[in-house]
């Protein structure tokens, strides 16, 4: 059975920083790509940022240079390090597990309960 245990969420300044973590088990973690979405209050979930297994990371333009992804594979973790945070980074943040496609495109087939973060402006 899969499972994907995040934390790390809290309210922060805007301007702050936050790092989330995702601990995943059931799963082969260093062969599996990761990622991390979000949702805010009334829009679609979206993609922040993923991570393959041999650590190439896409990001979201809206993240781009504030935050960063990486992955342990010892410990079955994954990251996602944010700095300069802003008011519409509020959102439940969660985490991903899954397949790479292709070099452009990964489906994820497994997630997690979600964690919240709001940043206060």
């Known amino acids: 059975q899969v499972q994907l245990v995040e934390s790390g969420g809290g309210l922060v300044q805007a301007g702050g920083s936050l790092r989330l973590s995702c601990v995943a088990s059931?799963?082969?973690?260093?062969?599996?790509?990761m990622g991390w979405y979000r949702q805010a209050p009334g829009k679609q979930r979206e993609l922040v940022a993923h991570?393959?297994?041999?650590?190439?990371?896409h990001y979201a333009d809206s993240v781009e240079g504030r935050f960063t992804i990486s992955r342990d594979n010892t410990k079955n973790t994954v990251y996602l390090q944010m700095s300069s945070l802003k008011a519409e980074d509020t959102a439940v943040y969660y985490c991903?597990?899954?397949?790479?496609?292709?070099?452009?495109?990964?489906?994820?087939?497994?997630w997690g309960q979600g964690t919240q973060v709001t940043v206060s402006s």
């Open positions: 991903a597990a899954g397949k790479v496609l292709s070099p452009t495109a990964v489906r994820f087939d497994y």
């Open positions: 059931g799963i082969i973690f260093s062969v599996t790509a």
């Open positions: 991570i393959t297994r041999g650590v190439t990371t």
